[in-house]
Every structure is written in structure tokens, then in C-alpha cells.
């Protein structure tokens, strides 16, 4: 079954805990997306990845890091997490140039203490 | 900032009835595109649209793209109860790129 998956689905963490979301597709995608989800503001990206070792910053960057060494994972990395990162956080991918052919993962929901 | 507003904020209807929202923009966007988000999920895509002017279906879902490239509408007809959720609007900011931004989202509720 074609499909994002995200790890874990729930976290309960404290201020300055290193930690990290995991994020794999088993569609061959050459993009991947991170987003936030808070009530009010949507979703915003945070990082993008166009292909293995390419990645840059979305709209709310700061405060994550990315890497992406191969294709079909793309792990979200809170070096020090604080209270404002407290969301609910969604991995998508998707095939080619077209971003609205995304697929999303079922999400993270995260809470830092 | 936000890029995207969306209105209204939240709905309360009955099943049954039928359901306009829409999505502006201060910007111009060449890609329209409508989310779905159920309860518990990621948003699913509903309809992408291309052209200004542009009217599309998917079943008892029609979204149409506004001429001044600035803003969007969905509507639902005959509202079911598997239609509630959290309704998005989204776009490219710019053509081709991978980075979209979203609006606040319009969540539905019906009263079966």
C-alpha cells in the first residue's frame, strides 16, 4: 500500500530534550515536506526536500533541522525543543513538480513541557 | 504572515444543506488547490485548479477559481455527515516550487 508514515504519532517531551520524527514513503517521491498545524494558522512548511542531499527552509524553519540521506525517509530533528514547538506536525511527499499531487502522513502530535 | 484567508472560520449546518467557502488572497495565485483533513488524518486533496475562471466537480464538490487570480470557492451540496472535517485552501506561492502555503482552514460540523 502506497503510504507516509510518521514516528511516532504521540510525544510528550521537556524543554531541551534532543528529538527526532521520523518520515518514510514507499512511493519512489522525489520531494518531501514537513508541516506544522496549529489551530487558527493552517499548516506551515518548515523545511522541503527536492531530492537525496537537497533541501531547503520553508516559512517557519527555525528551531528544526532536516537531513535527507536517502530517498525515501526525511526526518524532522528538534535539537532543543521549547513549548512553542508544542503541534501537530505532518510529513508529505510527493512524484514530481506538481506540489498539489502531495501526499500527507497521518501526523505527530508533539507536546513539549 | 499568513498568505491565505479563509472564511468562514467554522461551520454548524444540518445534513442535508449545502455549504459555501471561500479563500482570498492579497497575492496572485496561478494554483488553487482544496484539502480535505478528517479527523485524526493528514488533509487529502479534493480538486486542483489551474485557470482563472476555471469551474471543477468531484462529485458533490465544485471549486471554482476566481478571475482575479486572487482568490477561491468550494462548495458542497447535500451535505452528508462524512463531510465534516477541517476544509483548507492552498496554493504555491510561486509556480513549480515545493513550497506551499495554506489557509486557517474552515471546519465543518452537521447536525445529523
Known amino acids: 500500500e502506497a503510504q507516509v508514515t510518521q514516528n511516532p504519532r504521540y510525544l510528550i517531551t521537556v524543554t531541551g530534550k534532543k528529538l527526532t520524527v521520523t518520515c518514510s514513503q514507499n512511493m519512489n517521491h522525489e520531494y518531501m515536506s514537513w508541516y506544522r498545524q496549529d489551530p487558527g494558522l493552517g499548516l506551515r512548511q518548515i523545511y522541503y526536500s527536492m531530492n537525496v542531499e537537497v533541501t531547503d527552509k520553508g516559512d517557519v524553519p527555525e528551531g528544526y533541522k532536516v537531513s535527507r540521506k536517502e530517498k525515501r525517509n526525511f526526518p524532522l530533528i528538534l535539537e532543543s525543543p521549547s513549548p512553542n514547538q508544542t503541534s501537530l506536525y505532518f510529513c508529505?511527499?510527493?512524484?514530481?513538480?506538481?506540489?498539489?499531487?502531495?501526499?500527507f502522513g497521518p501526523g505527530t502530535r508533539l507536546t513539549v513541557l | 504572515g499568513q498568505q491565505l484567508n479563509q472564511s468562514p472560520q467554522s461551520m454548524f449546518i444540518q445534513e442535508g444543506e449545502d455549504v459555501s467557502m471561500n479563500c482570498t488572497s492579497s497575492s496572485i495565485f496561478n494554483t488553487w488547490l482544496w484539502y480535505k483533513q478528517d479527523p485524526g488524518e493528514g488533509p487529502v486533496l479534493l480538486i486542483a485548479l489551474y485557470k482563472a475562471g476555471e469551474l471543477t466537480s468531484n462529485g458533490r464538490l465544485t471549486a471554482q477559481f476566481g478571475i482575479t487570480r486572487k482568490d477561491s470557492f468550494l462548495n458542497i451540496s447535500a451535505s452528508i455527515p462524512s463531510d465534516v472535517g477541517i476544509y483548507f485552501c492552498?496554493?504555491?506561492?510561486?509556480?513549480?516550487?515545493?513550497?506551499?502555503?495554506f489557509g486557517q482552514g474552515t471546519r465543518l460540523t452537521i447536525n445529523p
Open positions: 492552498a496554493g504555491p506561492l510561486i509556480q513549480g516550487a515545493q513550497k506551499l502555503v
Open positions: 508529505a511527499s510527493n512524484p514530481g513538480t506538481e506540489v498539489n499531487e502531495q501526499f
